[in-house]
């Protein structure tokens, strides 16, 4: 049985791992079950440089890491337009970590500014330590369009306490989330490009923690 310690706290994300790698011969352990309480410095350019950090950190406690992170980006504006919320999707211009409701204001101006509605998703940032090696990986924006959906700049008037952004978001009819029961609905054509782009992400763990038979040949693994 091989340990991987997933980089956060949040043991919801071990459910997402187990359905991501599907497989039977590893267990998954949080920042928690380790009583590890110290943070890595997360100051790197995009998702991706952050993952890194953290599983290079993390990669002192255990073997084999996991790290992720993720960064909100408008579909329509370059990744490098200040106005990209990216990595500092809590963060006001000014600095200080916006509320639920600061949020959902500065993000209805910011769409606003947009024309009205926006086309938006999360880049995820994916990173493995495996015996103090890090590894990371990262998909392009247009694979990620998977899971692209609209911004609206008209709040729904309910919301979802933690996940302010649901309140503003909508699939591409313009129905919202939180008619939904808060996410979005899959149509075939998106849940196939999902399955593309969750199997490249399986790849990839797989291959960085050395899981196959090639893997642990190489690493001198039993």
């Known amino acids: ?22 497989r039977d011969d590893v267990h998954f352990q949080t920042l928690s079950d380790l009583n590890i309480h110290k943070l890595p410095d997360e100051d790197g350019m995009s998702p991706k440089e952050n ?11 255990a073997d084999r890491v996991i790290s992720q992170d993720a960064g909100l980006y408008f579909i329509d504006l370059p990744l490098d337009d200040p106005r990209q919320p990216g990595l500092f999707v809590r963060r006001a211009p000014d600095g200080h970590e916006m509320t639920d409701e600061e949020m959902i204001a500065h993000f209805s101006s910011l769409v606003h500014s947009l024309g009205g509605k926006a086309r938006a998703c999360y880049l995820d940032g994916w990173a493995v330590s495996f015996h103090q090696k890090v590894t990371g990986f990262m998909q392009p924006l247009e694979e990620q369009m998977a899971f692209a959906y609209l911004m609206l700049e008209t709040p729904h008037k309910n919301r979802h306490p933690g996940w302010p952004l649901d309140s503003l978001s909508a699939d591409f009819s313009g129905r919202y989330w939180m008619d939904q029961g808060g996410r979005g609905v899959d ?19 797989i291959e960085a923690l050395a899981l196959d038979d090639k893997g642990r040949e190489e690493n001198g693994e039993p």
Request: hydrophobic share 40%.
């Open 187 to 205: 149509t075939p054509d998106t849940l196939l490009q999902k399955k593309h782009v969750r199997e490249e992400q399986r790849r990839f763990l």
């Open 51 to 61: 993952a890194m950090k953290k599983a290079a950190f993390y990669g002192q406690f």
């Open 1 to 22: 049985m091989k340990k991987i310690l997933l980089g956060t706290g949040n043991r919801r994300k071990v459910s997402f791992f187990e359905e991501i790698l599907n």
